[in-house]
């Protein structure tokens, strides 16, 4: 029943009155990049579309808010909405180039990274917008500047935002919306076929996906303050974004945030334990070598993996 | 997959849910507390050093670690903090990855550890994530290197607005600015005690936060100083760069009498023998300021190509004897790096908040950043303009470059007079 | 004033630009972007054989090549060998462990879903950058080899001897390739397994050879190309992300599985970038490979050699 997803939502509300600010903001990335991912999720897992391009609607979503906010003074509360359509508007072109020009697969891969790139580049060179020196936010902890004092604030927000991406999620699972994209992702010559307009379809899936990343972008800004273009347009982050509905399992509802769950806090660790005796690296090798056994053992992703799991004991 | 999930399969799904994001919840708390609680009760005062230890920038930020820790030691053998009774200073170390989210969890995460203050994080980019954090939670932050402006400015500015109580944040490190004012000025006495008058210097840079600040205070400094010489073609390359021809092709065809390069190790590998094989007819090779044209591997890899090139930097003063020692010290526990601008910067920094704790004679984050406004030190290994000083906008006024020559192989300073260790070679010989 | 900023206002002198008639500057870059062609060639052959047989996308490429370069580098400064001779050793070394990678890992991802492919080659891209990383450590790193220096002038253009080399070797690596998949049984297999994977089952060839085979091909072609760069690039652990990104843009410019599309889009690719060093800022030169990148991606995906067919 509902009620026990709730217990947990209690748990993570109640949270931060035991934590320390340490653990909340590690709690705040896993919340953060979950919702990334959620918002890739829509795309990337149910309509089977790899995008591995979603750091520009993040960059340009956080670029926006924050010249926004401080040439115009327009409170990123709005700001963020502003980011989301300009983030869509990107997402409508990169959608419609390759869904017009039938590119599947690996060839949509590249263009979404080829997009990307030609974003960052832009903004290394802008200086409208700082360059390569990036753009830094002035920290005054003002809420209607979307900037708060206390971390804790922050930890509700991101929350927020990872409940909101999976309701939407959740809604377009139930919907004739998530049918359509599912069975996209699994046959599209079948759907076409079928008469589908599977081009709609798919357009959509990248308007909302692109949407809710670029608002995630102005969250990205007003609070970590610090906008370079090769770290909120870079392919690292992308693949960040990817890799959480991956491992969790792609086109499920609760794929994201596990995936977000297990890699943010591995990461921390492998970083924290392994990072300190001058092994400088051993970390991320211990990292990848996680993602080789998550690919090899998990494939269909956590979520799917443990719940075959769970209904075979539950079976019994 | 088609399942009809009854009734009792969704609780059981659901409880599955619920108990995976509970006991995820769970296990991170208990993981992330638990060292705090292993940590033991010595009294010692904490500094937090965050640089990045992996990642693009791996290998300055291993410099500075190192110079931090080497500082750290000396302070503690020499007997801690006497205002404190001998407190000693620990470092809690922390790796940035070079990126503004894991810096920022860095810094959380070694504040949570028990760190009175913060040093770091040599890219102006992540030292910029890690400012809410010690305006958040009020630990004094010392910034050791990083160029950017805004770093300090911006807090200034929320102070001086009220929009913050206090300023955390403070840097000794010359800015972005100030590298461009020395590095025109320094320019301009050079050539004119070498009694030559260039007219066409030729900047190129490498297209990164660093190269694109440092090249931009240098055109502003040029257009306000408005000196004898010009600045006729500007090129920058996208970094690291696969392959330098054209650029430098492009420069030699705007007929340079200067070619004034601001580098990182890699490029500068690719930029300097371009140079020579493109038989570029210039009287030298001066930088506005930047890494690749002095450190060990790079004399190593480039050696005669490197002969003669000058670099505006911040230096350590060598004429000062503890810097010969704590040079060799560093070059035997660095296996054979030079105590240079990165290392040179956290060993001072480390310096500098002890006689803050000294002044201080309190680990109140308060009455520390009332000793930072009131610190006048002479202390430090690294050269300069005056003592150690803090300006309404938190930076240090007095920390500027040294103009720097690779002369015999080995970098040295030239100018200014007080600072120069040798005299300059200028123009530089024809091949 | 709201909060925010970029620091100080900067007024930045435009550049003067470069006279456009200057003839001797275009003929230079048109050259040097010619040469250096021959290094994006040799990087991009290994990845596209890979593609082309498996239709498997090698994101650790760029990663094995900067082993490649760091066992020249080992060969250079502990044995004393030469790379444009040590450059066989790191082939064999590469192509162990391209056969280990695909017999151990892709082989069980081969039916997954694309992203577990991606993911897997992600992993090991990881462990390979980071595993130089601890062995290496992060400076930057070149080789130096006698031909270094040397240069050859034709009037008031150069050309760089060490590049030449590449450029040659290039050719004759990637049409020793080619006479490999169409002279020998084992090359003909190969493309069968490609062309139609089912009906070179019913043929009864060993497609798990064939595949651990064709990676380790591959993966020796990127060791080779890595040896012969390693004089003329410097290379670190945090540069294979850069050198898989050049390289995918080759390939898919010149052709996903094409032999002579890998070598051509490798010298098209190098030739754009460097008239773009010219004409536009050189910050701005990969904005033409990727602006390239597009138009072939939305226009001609299988590239401009590559077959109709995906």
New interface residues.
Partial sequence: ??W??L??LV??LA?PA??????????I??FFYAFLGQAWNIV?GYAGQ?S?GHAAFVGIGAYAS?VL?????LTPWLGMLVGGVLSAGLGTLVGY?GFR?G?R???F???T???A??CR??A??T?AV?????????????PR?F?F???RAYYYIALGLMLVATAVVAAIERRRFGAYLIAIREDEQACEALGVNTFRYKMLAMVVSSFLTGVGGTFYAF????L?P??VFG??LS?EI??RP??GG?GTV?GP??GS??LS?LA??S??YF??GG???????A??????A???FL??GAY?A??RL??RT?AR | MSDRPGPSRMHRRTFLQASAKAAGAAAGAAALGFPAVLRAQVPTFKVGAVHPITGPLAEPGQACRLGAQMAADAINSAGGIKSLNGMKIDLILGDTQTKPDVGRTEAERVINQGAQMLMGSFDSGTTQAMVPVAQQRRVPFLVDIAAADPITANVAKAVKEGQQKTQYVYRNFPTGSSFGKKAVQYFTEVFQEAKVSPKRVVLMYCNDLFGQNNAKGFQAAHAAAKPSWDIVEVIPWPEPPQDLSTEVSRAKAARPDIIAPITRPASAQLLLPEIRKQRLDIMGIVGPGSPGLYEAGQLATLKEDLEYVMSSLPWANFKNPRTQKVAEDYQKRSGGKTFDTNSGYSYDGILLIADILERAKSTDPDAIVEAIHKTNWSGGLMQYAGPVTFNELGDNPNAVTTMIQILGGKPVAVWPREAAVQKFVFPRPKA | MAPGGRGPEVRVPASQGVSRLDAALIAQSLLSGLLFGGVYSLMAVGLTLIFGVMRVVNFAHGDMMVWGMYLAWLLATRAGIDPYVGFVGCAAALFGLGYLIQRALVDRVVEAPHEMQILLMLGVALVLENSALVAFGPDPQRVRSPLRAATVWLGPVFVDVARLVTFVLAMLLTLALYLFLTRTDLGRTMRAAADNLYGARVIGADVGRVYAVAFGIGAACVGAAGALVSPILPFQPAGGLGLSVASFNIVIIGGMGSLPGAFLGGLLVSVAESLGAVFLSPSMKELVSFSLLIVILLFRPAGLFGRAAT
Avoid: C, K
């Fill in positions: 029943m509902r026990l997803a217990v947990a748990v993570l949270l035991w934590l320390n600010s340490y653990a909340i903001t590690v709690f990335f896993i990337g790899l591995a924050a906010s401080a040439q115009a003074g180039l020009f590119l697969g690996f060839y891969v590249l263009l990274v080829a997009f790139e030609v580049i832009v290394l060179n200086d700082g360059g390569a020196l990036g753009y830094y936010i002035t920290f005054t902890g003002n500047q900037q004092q206390d971390n609070y970590l303050f610090s370079q090769n770290s392919i690292p693949v990817v890799i991956i491992v792609a609760l945030i596990l769950f297990i806090p921390e660790a970083r924290v990072g300190q092994w400088a690296g051993a970390h991320l090798v990292y990848g070598l996680l993602l080789i998550v690919v090899l494939p269909q799917p443990l719940r769970w209904l539950a």
